[in-house]
């Protein structure tokens, strides 16, 4: 086995270890944090304890396999689409007096000078990254110092 081999896997095999070692702080422990700290407030229930059931039963539905997945989030979803627009339509409903206000404000902005620059700009930069920013039309000064280096050379 070559040194290019064993380097790969070396490097194959960190990159999974901090893979996994990041996958602990970096989504999940903000998201049962949240939970954690809404249960508390809302229902007096202990951040450990809502971790801990957190945990049993994240671990029970990766444990299942991608089979068990599926089939909790072919019930959880609905599920929840249905409770976040009922919950959005609970609170339009309780604070219908300020609905045309709203939509005004929503409509008039959309249309404003504000808006359309916004817009511009976004574009612009969004067609800068995907294409290159160059100051000439064939790749700029780049070349003509590669060429320069290259002359030198002979």
């Known amino acids: 086995m070559g040194l290019k081999q064993n380097a790969g896997r ?9 893979t996994l070692l990041a996958s602990f702080g970096v989504g999940n422990t903000v998201q049962v944090n949240a939970v954690s700290v809404s249960a508390q407030e809302a229902f007096g229930i202990s951040p450990h304890l ?15 396999g991608i089979k068990s997945i599926g089939r909790v989030s072919s019930v959880l979803v609905p599920f929840m689409a249905l409770a976040y ?11 219908v007096q300020y609905l045309a206000g709203g939509v005004a404000q929503i409509v ?12 511009g700009t976004g574009f612009v930069i969004s ?13 700029g000064h780049g070349q003509r110092g590669h060429i320069r280096r290259r002359r030198q050379d002979r």
């Open 108 to 119: 008039s902005g959309a249309f404003s000078t504000n808006a359309a620059v916004g817009g």
């Open 50 to 64: 809502t971790g801990v059931v957190l945990a049993f039963a994240v671990g029970m539905i990766i444990l299942g």
């Open 85 to 95: 627009t009922l919950g959005a339509l609970v609170i339009i409903l309780s604070r």
């Open 127 to 139: 067609r800068a990254m995907r294409y290159g920013v160059s100051r000439h039309k064939r790749g």
């Open 10 to 18: 070396i490097l194959a095999a960190l990159f999974a270890l901090f």
